[in-house]
């Protein structure tokens, strides 16, 4: 069985004065799968030489005592070619097959790992390549899915393209409720998601308490409240 995930990454060039419109001397330049095709070899060798101190195997990382331990023989990550893109893949041997449930709990898992786990500690180690270096990420911090099989890729575009939480102080501002959930809904309706808007101004409205409204807010717009799931090199492994 094999699970496939988008891939992205941010690449800094060799060249101080490289010029890009979407190029940060400190973000780097964001790459997707498709700009990533021209270094597949290299990602990939990137990710056998970080797994090969644990065998590669995800599963001796997974403590619980259930069905998927007993099934799962092993779930080794990779970078595979998809179509005109870099994917992520993730091959699973198994037992027996798995049932929905066990699958959605597998599947859970490896998200855990992507972003907290071993794919934390990969995408701060740099890839180094002919005009610069990568830093490669197996998991987004918008709507990241893993998909069983050959990937739709217009699934993953859709994706990756969709728009990502709009940014909102919260400190140094009218910390009235009414005035916090309107300056987020204008925020919301101006990034196109009115109807994310909508939905956060309801669930506001039938909050219990300030800090759950604050806390409701800060799921559909970015506040120093927002959990912070990622961070950028030099926060070494966590597996």
């Not at 794919?119 to 740099?126: H, I, K, M, N």
């Not at 196109?192 to 409701?216: H, P």
């Amino acid at each position: 069985m094999k699970f496939y995930s988008p891939l992205t990454a941010d690449f800094f060039p060799n060249e101080s004065d490289y010029e890009d419109e979407f190029y940060d001397e400190y973000e780097g330049c964001p790459l997707d799968g498709h700009d990533l095709l021209q270094y597949a070899d290299a990602v990939d060798e990137a990710v056998k030489k970080d797994i090969a101190d644990f065998n590669g195997d995800l599963m001796q990382y997974y403590h619980e005592d259930d069905s998927v331990r007993s099934k799962v023989v092993s779930a080794v990550p990779s970078a595979k070619i998809c179509g005109n893109k870099l994917c992520g893949c993730l091959t699973v041997e198994l037992r027996e097959p798995l049932n929905e449930g066990e699958q959605a709990a597998l599947c859970d898992y490896i998200s855990g790992q992507y972003s907290d786990g071993w794919g934390e500690g990969f995408e701060q180690r740099d890839i180094r390549v002919e005009d610069g270096k990568l830093y490669v990420h197996f998991w987004q911090d918008h709507d990241f899915e893993l998909k069983r099989d050959v990937p739709d890729m217009t699934e993953f575009n859709k994706l990756l393209n969709r728009p990502k939480k709009p940014k909102m102080q919260l400190i140094g501002q009218d910390g009235n409720i009414f005035a916090i959930m309107g300056r987020a809904s204008r925020l919301l309706k101006s990034a196109g998601q009115s109807d994310k808007a909508k939905e956060m101004c309801g669930r506001v409205m039938a909050s219990k308490s300030y800090n759950a409204a604050l806390t409701i807010v800060s799921e559909y717009v970015e506040t120093e409240l927002t959990p912070k799931t990622r961070n950028k090199p030099n926060r070494g492994d966590a597996r």
